[in-house]
């Protein structure tokens, strides 16, 4: 069992390896978020948002769905620790 679990992980690690070979090199300019997606929130995102801080915008409002989502999951972990490592009373016996 501990066999197959080895190979699937090792499959799994190859397989992650092997999608980020086609990702551009990390910071390139040319890359396609650089080029169009960057831009386009520098020049917009006060029009369209009417927040002056560039960040907040794109967390809170073109990004909302997905950052509400990311805080779901990371206070779900959290009540799942407290859950897990909570002391629990033993019964008194009579």
């Known amino acids: ?3 197959i679990s080895f190979i699937v992980t090792v499959l799994t ?3 992650l390896i092997y999608g980020t070979v086609d990702m551009p090199n990390w910071g ?3 890359s396609p978020a650089s080029k169009h ?3 386009r ?3 917009k995102t006060e029009i ?3 927040t002056p801080n560039m960040v907040t915008s794109v967390l809170a409002d073109y990004r909302g769905y997905d950052t509400l989502g990311e805080t779901t999951v990371i206070f779900t972990a959290g ?3 407290i859950l ?5 009373k033993k019964k008194k016996a009579r």
């Open 1 to 3: 069992m501990r066999f």
């Open 28 to 30: 390139d300019p040319n």
């Open 48 to 50: 369209e948002t009417a």
């Open 13 to 15: 690690g190859a397989l």
């Open 37 to 39: 997606v960057s831009p």
């Open 84 to 88: 897990l490592l909570r002391r629990r």
């Open 41 to 43: 929130y520098i020049t």
């Open 79 to 81: 009540m799942s620790c």
